[in-house]
T-cell receptor
Framework: EAQVTQNPRYLITVTGKKLTVTCSQN?????MSWYRQDPGLGLRQIYY???????DKGDVPEGYKVSRKEKRNFPLILESPSPNQTSLYFC???????????FGNGTRLTVT | DQQVKQNSPSLSVQEGRISILNCDYT??????FLWYKKYPAEGPTFLIS?????DKNEDGRFTVFLNKSAKHLSLHIVPSQPGDSAVYFC??????????FGTGTSLTVIP
């Protein structure tokens, strides 16, 4: 089944403790991206990647890192999480140029 | 600054009637527009898209209209069904790089 898989689905952590949210797609998509969803703000893009080893900042990249070493994986790294990063995170992928995004089921992160 | 806006947070419609969801954008460079549907505890699901060279695109019960001069996008659902109750997001992109999403409209279809 074609899908975007995020792990974990739920994560509670403390301020400053590094964490990684994984994202993997099995559709051979060139384009991958990360979004956060907050009440009243919709979905905001954090980072995106047009291809392997190519990443770019979205609208809200502060406090996040990403890497794209392989086509199928696009992990989101929070080196020192803070409470304002408590949010619902979505990974998405697409064929690119342009085509619809396919989303994972989300990761609910709480930073205390 | 929000480049894609959905000014109606919620909409209620009777089953069988038409649902019209609206979206406005500010960036004239946007050339690709999409609508997504989202249920609780799931990721957004792609519904329909339109490129800026068209003004209408249909897929079954769903039709998207694009008015470039007004920078306005709308999604029509006819007839509306209870299973259509969800949050709908519009999105826009310039050359398929960054995607910008609206804040969503919660649609309730009343049986």
């Amino acid at each position: 089944e074609a899908q975007v898989t995020q792990n974990p689905r739920y994560l509670i952590t403390v301020t400053g403790k590094k964490l990684t949210v994984t994202c993997s797609q099995n559709m051979n998509h060139e384009y991958m991206s990360w979004y956060r969803q907050d009440p009243g703000l919709g979905l905001r893009q954090i980072y995106y990647s047009m291809n392997v080893e190519v990443t770019d900042k979205g609208d809200v990249p502060e406090g996040y890192k990403v890497s794209r070493k392989e086509k199928r994986n696009f992990p989101l790294i929070l080196e020192s999480p803070s409470p304002n990063q408590t949010s619902l995170y979505f990974c998405a992928s697409s064929l690119g140029q342009p085509s619809p995004l396919h989303f994972g089921n989300g990761t609910r992160l709480t930073v205390t | 600054d929000q480049q894609v806006k959905q000014n109606s947070p919620s909409l209620s419609v009777q089953e069988g009637r038409i649902s019209i969801l609206n979206c406005d954008y500010t960036n004239s460079m946007f050339d690709y527009f999409l609508w997504y549907k989202k249920y609780p505890a799931e990721g957004p699901t792609f519904l329909i898209s339109i490129s800026s060279i068209k003004d209408k695109n249909e897929d079954g019960r769903f039709t998207v209209f694009l008015n470039k001069s007004a920078k306005h996008l709308s999604l029509h659902i006819v007839p509306s069904q209870p299973g259509d109750s969800a949050v709908y997001f519009c999105a826009a992109s310039a050359r398929g790089n960054q995607f910008y999403f609206g804040t969503g409209t919660s649609l309730t279809v009343i049986p």
